[in-house]
């Protein structure tokens, strides 16, 4: 680790995502003296970088210390009254099995959506990068589905995954399984992490193909000749190169399947969770916007924010560490 | 920011059609659809009906999402006039004392009388304080009653029950004719809630949480309430009983498909039913238990009423009055009632609409007033329970969980008291 990156709860926003991909668009293939850019003034850079900080100061830094404040409060939610609880909020919480339940599923969830999409994604990008005739087609075939917006997909998903009239349901009961996504919650899980799966595949395709296809084509012709087994010339050639690509992707992937997939869950549970899993991002939405707890809503939240952080510390920590630039 | 902008054009645009020294006032509502359409149409009829007030209604979504917005913009002092709050947040709204004006206090204050009486029974109290006195001004209320499929009816040649053990004795006929004996919508409006108004059950202590919200109980472990869940059980063992989870639709779906022969809705539901039930059918009232000692009992209304928000000038808080005053008239109660089934909610309303014959055209609209307009027990009032739109979502995964055989009724049921108890105790501590 040769520099520290500045590490701070933003770092699971997009702002970091956005840097990290700056730096890894602009590294593997140009030289290295591109990215001096000299400036007339020594503010200039700091004018320009003035509306980015304008919007994370106000619409994260501002809120996320509001949260941290409220998250020691009882508050009446229309403001007129607040208990100082102390830590109460947060010993709640932790204390409650069905939380501990909830953060469980959702630590499986992640994992499981996180994997899986990356790895269709990078099967179907090093398949579509070979195919030479009507590759345009394939590919915009694979990419289209990423415009679709998460409710849609969910919404999506839920006709198919219906209890009465869903296709896929009907399917899987001629091999005798009868899902009922809704009441089981095994059968909605598994619905959930389909539909939230086949949503992010797409945008991993993207990345991974224009990866693909930043590897020079003098390297794979030295590879191939060194080496025939087609397996083997991706693990030891081609998966290195890609691991820039790969790195920031499964951060990207992380904070979609703890986040982005909020759409995806609120339109399967039909906005009842019932016995349903849901995640600890759509835990926070019940019991602050919907139950109008904002001290409760607010200790999860912080939570949330300290699970992020560490995740991210541990993704460059550990993971960054082995992964090559240049 | 985006929902400010585009109401404040909403209300430029509004305003721009009317005169210019009028008095503008909003309405936040969580109605879409034809119901959205219909409060347009009101407010186009009170804007029409005078010239001094001109008031805007503004769709901010569900039910939930209205609640949510009339919070926020009351923190930051942009509230509307008038906020549509339903009835399971209304503990949240009146005991935020300060936030709301209430409805009488507006009423009378504006020089109009209010007489508490002209009101049916079953709306008198849900709104109001321990003393009577209406904090909100009941708007669409509903009650959950049994529909019936007459095809399945004949088919299987029984009588529609009254009772649960009515029930109970044509089930096995209903099954057998090929139908499922019953479905229902919502679990915890229908069979929890309105479970103890209609066998006239304590719900909570504290006089159902009317008196006070500090040290207020749930009463969910009453052994009636867990033999009502263990029946219903045994039921979907025995074929008799299907649950298809916590949407409202996905059940409402087998009674419209003819599938199923009695169906337990709300009284607003039958507008809807009329278009799309691919069979004949009527309603009656929700059953009780006949076992269960001073059962049949009105029930409590469901759906929402209207507060008026305070720190608002003294001009528009008389507009609102007028807008109250305007909104409980025969004739608009009547147009509301037959335009989207909710029930008319004083009696010269009811007695207007029964007297234009509407009811020998539409015997199902009747049901859900009548239902309302039995005679009330102790504890058929109403209750204000704090964070209840939590509990009701902890009582939603505990069913789910019966019906799928995860735990047993008087498990699920301690599960519920305790983490109600804990939510009620913290409320407590909010109103504090």
């Known amino acids: 680790m040769t520099h520290a990156p500045s590490l701070s709860p933003t770092s699971a926003a997009p702002t970091t995502a956005a840097g990290f991909f700056r730096r890894f668009r602009s590294a593997p293939s140009e030289p290295h003296f591109a990215k001096r850019v000299q400036f007339s003034s020594p503010f200039l850079p700091y004018f320009f970088l003035a509306p980015q900080m304008a919007i994370i100061f106000t619409f994260f830094y501002w809120p996320s210390v509001q949260a941290i404040q409220s998250s020691f409060y009882l508050e009446d939610p229309f403001g007129f009254g607040s208990t100082f609880v102390g830590i109460s909020n947060y010993t709640d919480v932790l204390k409650s099995t069905e939380y501990l339940g909830i953060a469980r599923f959702t630590a499986v969830f992640t994992a499981v959506v996180t994997f899986f999409s990356l790895a269709i994604g990078l099967l179907l990008a090093v398949k579509a990068d070979g195919v030479i005739r009507g590759n345009a087609t394939y590919k915009t075939l694979l990419i289209w589905v990423y415009a679709i917006a998460p409710p849609v997909a969910g919404l999506m998903g839920m006709m198919l995954f219906d209890q009465h009239i869903g296709p896929l349901v009907k399917f899987v009961a001629l091999f005798g399984w009868d899902m009922k996504v809704g009441l089981n919650y095994t059968d909605t899980a598994t619905a959930m992490i389909i539909v939230s799966i086949w949503k992010q595949i797409p945008y991993n395709f993207i990345f991974f193909l224009s990866g693909l296809q930043g590897i020079p084509v003098s390297v794979r012709e030295a590879a191939l000749m060194d080496c025939r087994s087609g397996f083997r010339r991706f693990r030891t050639v081609i998966l290195p190169l890609l691991a820039p690509t790969a790195f920031f992707l499964l951060i990207i992937n992380t904070t979609y399947a703890l986040f982005d997939t909020f759409g995806v869950i609120d339109v399967m549970v039909k906005d009842k969770a019932a016995n349903n899993p849901i995640t600890l991002v759509y835990k926070v939405y019940m019991d602050g916007f919907r139950g109008n707890d904002l001290g409760g809503s607010s200790a999860q939240s912080v939570i949330l924010m300290i699970i992020v952080f560490v995740l991210t510390i541990f993704q460059f920590r550990f993971i960054e560490r082995r992964v090559h630039y240049s | ?432």
């Open chain 2, 1 to 432: 920011m985006i929902k400010n902008i585009t109401m404040t054009g909403l209300a430029l645009a509004f305003s721009a059609t009317s005169s210019f020294a009028a008095t503008d006032i909003t309405w936040w509502h969580g109605m879409a659809g034809r119901n959205g359409e219909v409060i347009n149409e009101v407010a186009q009829k009170f804007n029409a009906a005078q010239t001094a007030c001109a008031l805007t209604p503004v769709s901010k979504g569900t039910y939930e999402e209205a609640l949510a917005s009339g919070i926020a913009a009351f923190r930051s002092g942009e509230q509307p006039n008038i906020l549509q709050v339903f009835d399971a947040g209304a503990a949240t709204i009146i005991n935020a004392k300060g936030a709301v004006i209430p409805a009488e206090d507006l009423i009378t204050k504006a020089g109009y009388s209010f007489d508490r009486n002209a009101f049916i029974d079953g709306v008198r109290y849900f709104y109001a304080d321990s003393d009577g006195k209406f904090v909100g001004m009941p708007f669409n209320s509903s009650a959950p009653i049994m529909y019936i499929n007459d095809e399945a009816l004949k088919k299987a040649g029984v009588e529609a029950p009254k009772t649960w053990e009515e029930f109970e004795a044509i089930a096995p006929k209903l099954k057998e004719a090929g139908y499922i004996p019953l479905v229902q919508s919502q679990l915890t409006w229908q069979f929890t809630e309105n479970f103890f108004s209609r066998n006239n059950i304590q719900f909570a202590t504290n006089n159902n949480g009317y008196d006070s919200v500090v040290d207020t109980e749930l009463k969910v472990t009453d052994p009636n309430l867990v033999m009502m869940f263990e029946k219903l059980k045994s039921w979907a063992d025995q074929g008799y009983f299907a649950y298809y989870g916590a949407g409202w639709n996905d059940n409402q779906k087998m009674f419209e498909e003819n599938k199923a022969a009695l169906w337990i809705g709300s009284s607003g539901s039958f507008g809807g039913l009329t278009k799309t039930a691919q069979m004949p059918f009527s309603a009656d009232f929700l059953p009780y238990w006949g076992s269960i000692n001073g059962a049949g009992t009105s029930s409590f209304i469901g759906g929402a009423a209207l507060f008026a928000m305070a720190g608002k000038s003294d001009a528009e808080n008389k507009c609102v009055a007028d807008f109250f005053q305007f909104l409980t008239s025969p004739e608009i109660q009547v147009f509301y009632h037959e335009a989207t089934g909710y029930v008319a909610i004083t009696k010269a309303a009811y007695e207007m609409a029964k007297k234009e014959g509407y009811y020998e055209k539409k015997p199902a609209a009747e049901v859900g007033i009548k239902q309302l307009m039995l005679p009330a027990g102790e504890w058929s009032k109403g209750y204000r329970l704090g964070f209840y739109p939590q509990i009701r979502e902890i009582m939603e995964r505990e069913y789910g969980r019966i019906f799928a055989g995860e735990v047993s009724v008087k498990d699920a049921f301690d599960t519920i008291e305790k983490e109600g108890n804990e939510l009620l105790a913290r409320f407590a501590k909010t109103a504090g």
